[in-house]
């Protein structure tokens, strides 16, 4: 049998693997000692209240192993070769974490805020109407949308 589980948590629980399956076999209602394997598909954060509180996916297997799908990240030592990426968003982010898998060295740019003071300088935009045209909604670390419910999540059940 395959379940797959949903479950909101606090950070501090969801970075421990232990309680994440023990709250995932609650809501499943599986005994732990049915549970023959089981595999975390996603951590997302949704920041969006307080507290913070991560969305888990996992999947519970019982009689049966789970499939390995993930290849661990292999960093390998970094040579001098220097890639410039322009711009923090997710693509540069990521761009940025492909490049240390491959050992190259990535300098990124980013013309906008840290993405703790963007939420100044967004603060001011609402309140006052004045705009940062380097720092904004759209511009500054983190990219477009830093602000919303968190990158590349979907609402969407289907
Ligand atoms: C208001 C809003 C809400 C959104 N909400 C969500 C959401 O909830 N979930 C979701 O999945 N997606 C959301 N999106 C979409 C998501 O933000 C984009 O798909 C994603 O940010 C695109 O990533 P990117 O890295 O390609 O570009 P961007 O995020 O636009 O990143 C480009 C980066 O380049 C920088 N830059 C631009 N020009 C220069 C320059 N000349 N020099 C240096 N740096 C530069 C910018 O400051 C920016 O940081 C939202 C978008 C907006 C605008």
Do not use: W
């Not at 595999?39 to 499939?67: F, H, M, N, Q």
Request: aromatic fraction near 6%; hydrophobic fraction near 35%.
């Amino acid at each position: 049998m395959i379940k797959k589980i949903n479950i909101k948590l606090l950070p501090q629980e969801a970075q421990d693997d232990n309680l994440v399956v023990k709250y995932a076999l609650e809501k499943a209602q599986i005994k732990k000692s049915d549970l023959t394997d089981f595999l975390i598909t996603k951590k997302s954060i949704d920041s969006r209240r307080i507290p913070v509180k991560i969305d888990v996916s996992i999947t519970l297997y019982v009689g049966e192993k789970a499939p390995s799908l993930y290849n661990p990240i292999k960093f390998t030592k970094a040579h001098n070769d220097k890639i410039v990426i322009v711009g923090m968003g997710p693509a540069g982010v990521f761009a940025a974490l492909k490049l240390l898998e491959c050992g190259y060295t990535p300098i990124l740019i980013e013309r906008g805020e840290k993405v703790e003071d963007r939420r100044k300088s967004v603060a001011t935009m609402i309140r006052e109407n004045k705009i940062n045209e380097e720092s904004n909604y759209c511009y500054g670390e983190g990219g477009a949308g830093a602000f919303s419910d968190g990158k590349l999540f979907t609402r969407s059940k289907k």
